[in-house]
């Protein structure tokens, strides 16, 4: 069975209470309910962490080859700003998935720049919960059956 690991950065525990205008009521455990949900039903594993620790983030993806075939991320505002994280990405050359609750575009401009996209398959940014659900559709049609 495929094994996706799930990251999401600093901050993303506090969904749900967390400047709910821009990114809703949802909280982590809602998101990580239906990541599992769609998991299952596409026969696919998934661990998920989060963390609010750069270091911690980059051994988690250090550690990664070998035993996840797809790396699904929020990095949340390391996405602006962490190169040790765009350096592990790049490391384990494990395919990844980029994903944001709002849309990076659409805010504060220090939020358009993603260090993260250029070592990404790909990125989804702006819809909310479904930002991680299709990013995981993507992450499992990378790695295919
Ligand atoms: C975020 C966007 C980032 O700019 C911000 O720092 C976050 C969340 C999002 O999911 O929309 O913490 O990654």
């Known amino acids: 069975m495929r094994k996706i690991l799930v990251i999401h950065g600093p901050n993303l525990n506090l969904l749900g209470t967390r400047e709910v205008d821009v990114y809703?009521?949802?909280t982590i455990d809602g998101i990580n309910k239906d990541l599992?949900?769609?998991a299952k039903a596409k026969k696919v594993s998934l661990e998920i962490v989060q963390s609010?620790?750069?270091g911690d983030i980059v051994e988690k993806i250090g550690?990664?080859?070998g035993k996840f075939d797809a790396i699904l991320i929020n990095p949340a505002a390391y996405t602006h700003t962490s190169v040790a994280?765009?350096?592990a990405i790049s490391a384990v050359s494990i395919p990844t998935?980029?994903?944001h609750l709002s849309n990076i575009y659409s805010r504060e401009e220090f939020r358009h720049t993603s260090l993260i996209a250029p070592v990404a398959k790909g990125q989804v940014s702006g819809f909310g919960?479904?930002?991680y659900l299709l990013g995981l559709e993507a992450a499992i049609?990378?790695?295919g059956k």
Do not use: F, Q
């Open 129 to 131: 919960k479904m930002s």
């Open 85 to 87: 994280i765009r350096d």
């Open 63 to 65: 550690s990664a080859k």
């Open 52 to 54: 609010n620790h750069e």
């Open 97 to 99: 998935v980029e994903v």
């Open 36 to 38: 599992e949900r769609c």
């Open 141 to 143: 049609s990378l790695v």
């Open 24 to 26: 809703g009521s949802v």
